[in-house]
């Protein structure tokens, strides 16, 4: 399998990791916690991510989920990490097998998928339906043009601690932290090659600044990786001139990191 990566920092240090394994990609999307913890996501998400490709190289029938569980349990011994105090990552997963194609995700880092003529995308949404007031409240604040500014930061924490009582419990949220469990909640599809026969992984702060501007994934699943650079500069360069302040797109911040996998042929 061909890939085609890039990925631009948004702040200081970037918690995106894409891992190339022989037959199948991964792309991480890490996350802080919710409270103080000594471990930051990036390096959550790089062991983690080295952990899944390992084992997609070394068993590569085995089930996806099965496979991230075990990655989250070595990840949490290796890092010494406890459930609720632990940084956390999405996860998503292509991985091609002789006549079908396994798709996995975890957390809100979309697959978008399709053929010449069809486009899907698989996705979990299931953290954008948690805290609805909280969420309506931190996006207006940005629709209505106060910016990044104090007022944004604590409706922010407030939106996080919500969010964080719903963190892999039932009826919440599901993400890779230091709960192997969370990983039997992936979304999962298996198809053949008539419903897919290229894939663009993204972590969200590609995927909807892509969605909000219009640009075709199926486009962009044939993207070389200077392509695929530009493009994440295009972006980062709209969000700086045209969205400053987060009223056309409402997000956390004015640049998240952003990482795009393309895959042009699956097969």
Not at 65 to 72: D, T, Y
Not at 149 to 173: E, I, S, V
Not at 207 to 231: C, E, F, K, P, R
Request: hydrophobic share 40%.
């Amino acid at each position: 399998m061909k890939v085609h990566t890039a990925q631009l920092t948004g702040g200081s240090r970037n918690a995106d990791r894409v891992f190339v394994a022989e037959h199948a990609v991964v792309v991480l999307d890490g996350a802080s916690a919710f409270v103080p913890v000594e471990v930051d996501p990036a390096t959550y998400a790089q062991t983690l991510g080295a952990h899944i490709a390992a084992r997609l190289d070394d068993d590569p029938a085995a089930r996806l989920p099965g496979i991230v569980a075990a990655s989250i349990r070595h990840t949490a011994a290796e890092l010494d990490l406890t459930p609720g105090r632990s940084p956390s990552s999405t996860v998503s997963i292509l991985r091609a097998r002789t006549s079908t194609a396994d798709l996995y995700v975890l957390g809100d880092s979309p697959i978008h998928y399709g053929t010449a003529s069809t486009a899907h995308v698989l996705t979990d949404e299931r953290l954008a339906g948690i805290a609805p007031t909280e969420s309506q409240h931190y996006t207006a604040r940005l629709r209505a043009g106060h910016g990044y500014d104090d007022g944004h930061r604590a409706a922010l924490a407030t939106l996080q601690r919500a969010q964080g009582t719903a963190r892999n419990q039932p009826g919440g949220y599901w993400t890779a932290e230091a709960e192997p469990k969370a990983a039997f909640q992936g979304i999962t599809c298996t198809l053949g090659p008539d419903a897919i026969t290229w894939a663009v992984l993204a972590t969200d702060g590609a995927a909807d600044a892509v969605d909000h501007n219009g640009q075709n994934w199926s486009t962009i699943a044939h993207y070389d990786s200077d392509q695929l650079a530009q493009l994440l500069h295009r972006l980062h360069n709209w969000e700086a001139d045209s969205d400053p302040d987060g009223r056309k797109l409402p997000r956390a911040k004015r640049h998240d990191d952003k990482t795009l996998a393309a895959v042009p042929s699956v097969w």
